[in-house]
C-alpha cells in the first residue's frame, strides 16, 4: 500500500467520494449531510490523502481542512473490502502529521451518531466528543470530536 497527498479531483477518488456519500445520505436527513464537495476539497488549505492498493487503486481516502484555529477532518473513508488493515489510521496519521508541521494545533470532526466504527476509531485515535465548533449547529445526528496537538491541553 502506498500513502500520500494527492489532489481529490481524480476519477478513482471520486468513486471513493460517491461510495461515501451512497453509505451516509440514506443514514440522515439531508440538513445532517455536512460533506463537502469536489471544489472545497480542491482549495489550497486542504490536504487530501489517498491509500492505494499494490495495483495503484484508491482504496482509502481522507482530507484536513486547515484553518487558523483548527484543522477539520472531512471525507475519511476506506473501501469495506479494505477495512482492518490499518489504512484510516495510517491516512489520518498522515493528515495530522502534515498539517502539525504546518502549526496545527487541534484538529476537529464532525461524525454521524449512526456510525459507531467511525466513532471507535476516532475515539482510539486521541479524538474526544465535545460541542459543536464553527458554523455547526447542535444536531442530534451529529457527533463532534476534538484532539488536541501532541503537548496541548484540549
Request: glycine residues 8%; hydrophobic residues 40%; negative net charge.
Amino acid at each position: 500500500m502506498k500513502i500520500a497527498l494527492e489532489p481529490a479531483n481524480q476519477p478513482d477518488v471520486l468513486t471513493l467520494i460517491d461510495e461515501l456519500d451512497a453509505y451516509q445520505k440514506p443514514l440522515y436527513p439531508a440538513e445532517s449531510h455536512h460533506g463537502i464537495d469536489i471544489d472545497a476539497l480542491s482549495q489550497p488549505n486542504v490536504l487530501f490523502a489517498v491509500a492505494r492498493d499494490d495495483m495503484g487503486r484508491a482504496v482509502a481516502c481522507g482530507a484536513l481542512v486547515v484553518g487558523e484555529a483548527y484543522a477539520e477532518l472531512k471525507r475519511m473513508y476506506t473501501l469495506p473490502s479494505h477495512r482492518g488493515r490499518g489504512l484510516a489510521k495510517a491516512v489520518l496519521t498522515l493528515l495530522e502529521d502534515t498539517a502539525l508541521a504546518r502549526g496545527c494545533a487541534v484538529f476537529m470532526l464532525e461524525t454521524g451518531y449512526l456510525q459507531p466504527e467511525a466513532i471507535a476509531f476516532y475515539e482510539r485515535a486521541g479524538y474526544r466528543r465535545r460541542g459543536p465548533f464553527g458554523d455547526y449547529a447542535d444536531d442530534p445526528n451529529s457527533i463532534f470530536m476534538e484532539k488536541p496537538a501532541p503537548g496541548r491541553a484540549a
